[in-house]
């Protein structure tokens, strides 16, 4: 009962420094505005700094620190090349997973959710961090959503999508979305998988799940780069990377609260 309490004592902890941090990133933020009178690429720079440094600092130093979870793997980003535009492709469970990602990753974009589009930060985000909403809209929207995801990765940057378009609420990985294997195909561009695993489900679609009784454990893997065959189509290419990402997630799964 003891052990209970102050577990949920330290993720209370967790989430009030989780908003807190929000907040004294968007002070941080204010100043910047004064250089943007001056110089819109320094702005740039400055605010990709310091939004790379809150997700490091928040999702590697602060919940690690405070026994919400613990990094137990994290491998396979060595073998990427940094240099090159690349589509990076995550399973989705928890929303943690693209703080985790960015925390590692640099000068790479999102795809988000268009009803995110209106919150102020998010504003923020699609104006100044490559974020770009999509959703179930107009097909004119969703040409100028992808127009915008070519010209991210014409400009030497990257982005992240996570192709189930939700978080899972099972072990099982949800239908994949097409865009980003065919921005992969039509760009010649890798997507590169990474397999976000965690023991016990965290800010998931669970019941228990934001006040985790038990420290969790996080694996955070890079798998090689893929590019769809000559003559393999958009959707087999798609169904081809699920297949691979759902085999990993099945192995690391055994044993866990996620195993089918």
Not at 66 to 91: C, H, M, P, T
Not at 94 to 106: H, M, T
Not at 202 to 217: D, E, N, T, V
């Amino acid at each position: 009962m003891v052990s209970i309490l102050i577990k949920t004592v330290l993720a209370i902890i967790g989430y009030a420094s989780y908003f807190l941090s929000i907040a004294v990133l968007l002070i941080l933020i204010i100043p910047l505005f004064l250089i943007l009178l001056f110089s819109s690429s320094l702005f740039n720079a400055c605010f990709q700094a310091i939004f790379h440094a809150f997700a490091f600092f928040l999702t590697r130093r602060l919940l690690p620190f405070l026994q919400v979870y613990s990094i137990v793997e994290l491998s396979g980003f060595e073998n990427i090349d940094q240099k090159r535009s690349s589509l990076y492709v995550a399973n989705h469970r928890g929303r943690i997973d693209a703080l985790l990602i960015f925390s590692i990753l640099r000068n790479t974009g999102a795809l988000i959710k268009s009803k995110y589009a209106v919150l102020p930060l998010y504003k923020l985000f699609i104006a100044f961090l490559d974020f770009v909403p999509i959703g179930p809209s107009s097909p004119q929207a969703l040409a100028a959503s992808l127009e915008k995801c070519k010209k991210i990765l014409n400009a030497k940057k990257s982005l992240l999508i996570f192709p189930e378009g939700s978080r899972a609420s099972s072990g099982r990985l949800l239908p994949f979305k097409e865009l980003a294997f065919r921005l992969s195909k039509d760009l010649s561009l890798p997507v590169v998988p990474v397999i976000i695993h965690s023991d016990y489900s965290f800010m998931a679609k669970r019941p228990g799940s934001i006040f985790p009784q038990k420290k969790l454990s996080f694996t955070i893997r890079f798998l090689d780069p893929l590019f769809p065959d000559k003559n393999e189509s958009i959707g087999d290419f798609s169904c081809r990377v699920r297949a691979i990402m759902a085999a990993r997630l099945s192995l690391l799964d055994k044993g866990t609260e996620w195993e089918v």
